[in-house]
């Protein structure tokens, strides 16, 4: 059977290890996609809701329990839109130290995706322990490279899983100058470790697949964002972060009870290859020259380039750590206190999936009226479901099941998608007409 006579219908009922339950339907008519539906059934979290009532310090504690994952990505969205209602204005030292405890996150959260999730797949691998017998060293270093992003975690939270350090104004407390040296050692001593995974993960076997879509992420006048920027998109969108709600456009779609986002009408991309493509020129130039030896060109149109970013984006974090805390001090007042009112406020910042935007209102006594959390996942749905269908289709609809479950895994585990996909996350069958 050739494509274009293929007609049937395929059904992934079940996405496991995904935050929530999915499945993937597709129906094909004479070698044509007809439909494609990602059906993402989230449980009511209600985590909006559940913050009304709360007292600042509630919400920046309670955020954190979103996601395991990324829980300091969910205190700085939420702890920047706080700040801008009380009046708050970090010192600069706060914020050095927040875009080093940003940093832990995205080492961490990269360097999962990257050996556990992503790398099984492009080298032929069910599983990440199968590929660990093959390529033993690559996988120790990936597991240290995340440990030494849970260890800045906690060095100022106080623990890397659901940390409690972050309050408006700054820390609770400043960790002591021999933690930070400690800190600092190993960072230098992973600087070539994370030198050699930009290399070794631009020469994995990686699909050829380009295709049209639009990347958003935050852009900084002078860093790579992470932590503060303006919302812009290689389409000419440049916009503040308090102008969000206007310009994207979060809707219900029948076959799913998570939302899917809109950019002016249509999806679009965040994450790692859509803050790449747009702020190459914040790179320093040896992370530029390396991406140019590789021989991949961005801005890239190749999805599967994100695990190529990812790597990229380790070593600009390692090395923004070390910049940072640089004849480090520690402050003697590591935040000020804040004086409850009322107003609305926005935060946004980068987490290692894309921008996180958070939106609260406060009553006069500091409480929460009412909260808006927009994560880079669901504004990512749309354009997962436009990759499927472009990626399956250029891939060959006439291959067998098997094949076509295998690809479907892989491009969806390449966005990584909240707790990202292990491989066999998909049961797959086919009803063919």
Not at 11 to 17: D, I, M, T, Y
Not at 67 to 76: E, F, H, L, R
Not at 282 to 304: C, K, Q, W, Y
């Amino acid at each position: 059977m050739n494509d274009n006579t293929r007609t049937g219908e395929i059904h992934v009922p079940v996405l496991a290890r995904v935050e929530g339950e999915g499945a993937l339907d597709i129906r094909v008519r004479e070698g044509r996609i007809e439909t494609l539906k990602l059906r993402i059934f989230e449980p009511p979290r209600l985590f909006e809701k559940l913050l009304e009532g709360r007292a600042v310090q509630d919400v920046i504690d309670g955020v954190a329990r979103i996601c395991g994952i990324c829980p300091v990505a969910y205190q700085m969205s939420a702890v920047a839109a706080l700040e801008a209602i009380l009046g708050i204005t970090p010192s600069p030292w706060v914020t050095r130290m927040r875009r080093v405890m940003y940093c832990g996150e995205w080492l961490q959260s990269h360097s999962l995706h990257i050996h556990l999730l992503a790398a099984p797949d492009f080298l032929g691998f069910d599983s990440a322990p199968a590929m660990a017998r093959r390529y033993p060293d690559e996988v120790r270093r990936g597991l240290r490279l995340q440990g030494l992003g849970n260890a800045i975690m906690q060095t100022f939270g106080g623990r890397s899983v659901h940390p409690v350090g972050v309050c408006t104004g700054g820390f609770f407390r400043a960790p002591d100058a021999s933690s930070m040296a400690a800190l600092r050692a190993r960072l230098e001593a992973s600087r070539d470790e994370s030198l050699a995974l930009i290399d070794w993960v631009a020469g994995l076997p990686l699909p050829e697949d380009d295709q049209d879509f639009v990347s958003v992420s935050l852009r900084h006048p002078r860093d790579y964002p992470i932590t503060a920027g303006r919302i812009v998109s290689d389409h000419g969108l440049d916009i503040s972060v308090d102008d969000f709600e206007q310009h994207v456009r979060e809707f219900q779609v029948p076959h799913s009870t998570a939302l899917h986002a809109h950019l002016d009408g249509r999806p679009y991309l965040v994450g790692p290859l859509a803050r790449l493509n747009n702020n190459l020129d914040r790179l320093p130039a040896e992370l530029r020259d390396r991406l140019a030896t590789s021989g991949i060109r961005f801005p890239s149109r190749n999805m599967f380039h994100s695990i190529i970013a990812r790597a990229v984006e380790m070593h600009l974090a390692l090395d923004e750590a070390l910049q940072l805390t640089e004849a480090y001090d520690p402050a003697a007042e590591p935040h000020v206190q804040a004086t409850p009112r009322a107003g609305t406020g926005v935060g946004c910042t980068e987490a290692p999936r894309g921008i996180l935007w958070h939106r609260y209102t406060l009553d006069a006594q500091g409480l929460v009226e009412s909260a808006r959390i927009v994560p880079p996942t669901s504004q990512n749905q749309a354009r997962m479901e436009e990759d499927l269908g472009a990626a399956l289709t250029r891939f060959g609809l006439d291959r067998d099941d098997d094949a076509l479950r295998l690809h479907g895994e892989m491009v969806i585990r390449n966005y990584d998608p909240c707790i990202s996909c292990a491989t066999h996350f998909l049961d797959f069958h086919a009803d063919r007409e």
